[in-house]
Structure formats: structure tokens, C-alpha cells
């Protein structure tokens, strides 16, 4: 059987403005990065025929930052397909259901865009606005939130501190996650956290739910991101190299509340990774970069792991040191400063990134052997999706 | 069964409450934290503690036990499912000290943690361990239930390091 991921192609991306407190509206960011990626493939707006995005409307404060809707009617768009949608394989995946519609000939361009305005959102009440807003709780948050857990950052820690218990993993070792994106940061204009930051820095810095502290957890922003997929055959007279796609990942296994994760390797990653490798003949030794998901500093850990970069439970020694994943490493790590210095651009800053990178436009961030094959994941405990992208 | 005393006790005897009582702002109401709206599967997990116990589903065909609380066994598919009182020991599984204040009535550092409950394998739930220092709090500590009043009719079962008794 075909698969379809080889009737597609990225031809555009784009990115808004980035930044901690922009004050400006979701839709005014959504508009940018989605007028710069259509420039970007050199469309023109009514060429459009698709839009997708995580999570649709009507989530948490600032996680939704636009919808389908406020998109289409502010560009006047005539859609033959749309999405919008949270509950997918990871925040990536509106972008692997758009890449089915136009496979399926539903759509030829489709627009999909991640919009974010959650540090304008948290502006006057900081975090327990977003988290704790509401005090009868009756989604599946109710297993969780009348403990005091209402935020990743605790569901995240208890894997977290599983994983030091079983496998010796230490906090220097998550600390080279953070340290490596915010050197990666220091290469990239638009990463929100461009200081230097030391292992002292890191250790000392305070604790949000132990063992993660303030530097394992990714940064709130304000921001939007843009990326076009296009029927692979409308794809080559475009200003830019197409990326292809050689394979994607979904998975869901195990129940979905975060506190009945089934042990270390039963995370969604783990599905996820195992579907995309059995849709392509590439391995893990083919990846010439990686942008994997890091919400949280052992997330990114975790992704390894189920990617198989590393055996589950040596994610730790992986990155001990930050050799290895860093930008003149065996395997480069989020090379723009992933979300722990970049910004929480959910998922979508990766996908972005491993285009600017398969292209060669990465800069001074740039790998230096051109990457051919780049890994992309997004999301962590239940629900997670991954990409496997080549030029 | 691990009950513990009268209400005041039970108020008295942990971290959370006794944190709650500080606050100025607090009033006389139990809420101090989100609570849940259960569903009719749900009603017993988060009542059970005005009797001190804490109720689990447990399927009749298969004898499997089974949380969150659903109509069906997800092991063997059975709909002979009903809450069933468990002994209240288990195992913490994997704990972390939160000190992030997430709500003004909830001051930070406590211990949020997923414990498995000695009746099976696997059996597991996310809960508070109070009763002790934060810190002292370690994966493989055998706890015991306790509960909290959370609002109205509804209790929050937290968890206590096991202390011998005669």
C-alpha cells in the first residue's frame, strides 16, 4: 500500500513575533505568521484551501490563541477543508491529519498554524490564573487538581523523579538539556532567553516540583507559527526546496490520566515512535538532527528514549555533558534553543526549525554538515505524535 | 480498614489543612482547592471517607480492580462492576515535593505522589502523603488512607506514612 506521507511536502513556514508579554491578540499573531509562511511558498492567499491547527477553540486561557474560524474569516479564505482540533497525536497532529486531507485530494495547500498567547494570558494572575481558575473541576483534571496537581510541571516531576529512582539519572544530566537549548538560544534572534546559563545557574535556580526546577520547565509566550503543506506534485515551483515526509508517528496507549502512566516506557511516545520507524526504512542512525518536544527538560529525555537514540532508561548518560546533542554533536537537539529558552511555541517551533534546518537557513545555529533527516516530536505523557522530515 | 478519629482530628492532622488555616483569606467553608464534580461512578471514590473508607471499583467476573471508577472492567469487559471497600495500605510509586504555589488557599511545599494500593498490581492513584516532612517521602514507603473533608459531602483521600499500632 502507498503511504501516503509521499504525496506531500512542506513548501512554506512562517513565524510571528515572539516574546514574553506582546500584548497583542491571537489572531493578530496568527495573522503574521500565516501571511510570512504563505510568502515564504510563494502563494498567493486564495491559493489556500486548507487550514488546520492544535487545539481549535475554547481551552485553557491562552493555549487557544486563534481557531479555524477567526482565521479563515480575517483572510477571507474559501476553505474545502478544515481542522481544528486537542485531541490528536501531540500538538503535531492537525499537521499529520492535513497532511492525509491533501494526500487524500480533500485540499492542496493547507495552512497549519499553533498559536500561543500564554504569557499575555497569565499577565495579571500568574500561573494558578491559567491552571486554577476554576474550582469545580469536571474534566479529567478531577484526578489530579483537588491534590494540589494542577499543572504538568507536577504530573511531569513524578516521571521525572521515577526516573532518577530506577536509572541513577541526576539533575546535572536534565541540566544538560537546558543548558544545551540555551546555547542554541544564543545562536537565534528570536529565542526569548539568550543569556548565558551555567551548570551553578541551573542548580541553584529554584524548585518547581521536585526534581524539575524553574530551568527544566519551558518558558510561556506569546507567539505564532505557520507552516504550509502542499500535494507533493505543486510542490517543486515553489521559491524553496520542498521538505518531504518520510514517515509519521501517532500513538495512544495506556489510559489518558496522567497519574496511571504505566511504568517508564509507557508513555505515548513510545507508540508513537514504534509507528513511525515501521512506516520507513530509516532508522534512528539516519537522523542527522533532532527537534523533540521539550515542555519539560525530561521530556525531551523521554523522546530519546522512545526514539531510540538511546536504550529506555540511559536518556540520562545520552545528554551527560551535552557533547552529544550539541550542534557539532553525534546527534544535534533542538537548535533553536528548544522551548526551555526559545519559548513555548508548542510543538510547532520544532516543526518549524527542522525546516529552516533541512534547508540550510539555520544561520549561526546552523548544523554544520546539512542535515538530510530531521526527527520532530511533540507532546508527552498520553498523547504524543512525531514526524520524520527529509530534503 | 484505616480509619482514622473524628473530623476534628482528621482536620488537624495534616499539612494541607493546617496551611489552609493560616491563610487569612480562608473562611469557614472546607474548599480550599479544586474539587471534582463526580459523576454517579464516581460519587462513592469521593464519599467513601465519611466513613473512612475508600472505595474502588472491583469487577465480579474477574475479581480486577480498577481506577478511575467506569462502567465497564477495561480487563475482561464486564459491566459486574461496583465500588468495593480496599484495606487502604499501599505503596508510594513515585512522589515529587511541589513548591509552586498554585492556589492562594494552598501553600507550598507538599508531597503530591501516585501510590499503588496493595490489592493489586498496578493499582494506582494520585494522591497527597502528608502526616510527615516532605521530604522523608520516598518511592516504596507503605502509607495508609486518611481522608480530608474537600466540600460538602465530599472527601479527599490523602495518604500517611504507616505507623505501627498495638
Partial sequence: MKRFEEAVAVTGIGQSAIGRRLGRSGLSLTVEAALASINDAGLAVSELDGLATFPGEAVDPGLAGCGVWELRDALDLRLRWFQGSPQTSGQLGPFIDACMAVACGLATHVLCFRTVCEASAQRSGGRGEVVGSQFAVSDWRRWLAPFGAPSAANWIALYAQRHFDDYGTTREQLGAIARNARANAMLNPAAVFREPLSIEDYLASRMISTPLCLYDCDVPIDGSTAVIVSARDRSSDRPHDPVYLEAVGCGLTGPFSWDQIDGLTGMAATAAAETMWRRTALGPGDV???????????????????????????????????????????LPLNTQGGQLSGGRLHGYGMLHEAVVQLRGHGGPRQVRQRPEVAVVSAGGGPFAGCLLLTR | ??????????????????????????????????????????????????????????????????????????????????????????????????????????????????????????????????????????????????FELLADDLWLPVFRPKVSRP
Avoid at chain 1, 298 to 326: H, N, P, T
Avoid at chain 2, 8 to 29: F, G, V, Y
Avoid at chain 2, 49 to 70: E, K, M, N, S
Wanted: net charge negative; aromatic share 8%; glycine share 10%.
Fill in chain 1, 288 to 330: 542527522d538532527v533532532a527537534e523533540l518536544y521539550d515542555g519539560f527538560s525530561v521530556l525531551a529525555l523521554a523522546w530519546l528514549e522512545a526514539l531510540g537514540f538511546c536504550d529506555f532508561g540511559d536518556g540520562g548518560r545520552f545528554v551527560e555533558g551535552g557533547e552529544a546533542i550539541a550542534l557539532d554533536g553525534k
Fill in chain 2, 1 to 146: 480498614m484505616t480509619a482514622i478519629g473524628g473530623a476534628s482530628e482528621r482536620q488537624a492532622s495534616t499539612h494541607l489543612c493546617r496551611a489552609a488555616s493560616r491563610n487569612p483569606s480562608s473562611d469557614d467553608r472546607a474548599v480550599i482547592r479544586p474539587f471534582p464534580v463526580p459523576t454517579d461512578e464516581e460519587r462513592a471514590f469521593w464519599t467513601g471517607g465519611a466513613d473512612g473508607v475508600l472505595l474502588i471499583y472491583r469487577c465480579a467476573t474477574c475479581g480486577r480492580w480498577f481506577h478511575p471508577p467506569g462502567p465497564v472492567c477495561p480487563a475482561c469487559h464486564s459491566l459486574e462492576v461496583a465500588p468495593r471497600p480496599v484495606s487502604g495500605r499501599a505503596t508510594v510509586w513515585a512522589v515529587t515535593v511541589n513548591h509552586q504555589q498554585w492556589f492562594a488557599s494552598l501553600p507550598p511545599p507538599y508531597v503530591v505522589a501516585i501510590v499503588e494500593l496493595a490489592e493489586q498490581p498496578g493499582l494506582r492513584m494520585l494522591t497527597n502523603v502528608v502526616g510527615c516532612e516532605p521530604e522523608v517521602v520516598r518511592s516504596g514507603m507503605v502509607v495508609d488512607v486518611a
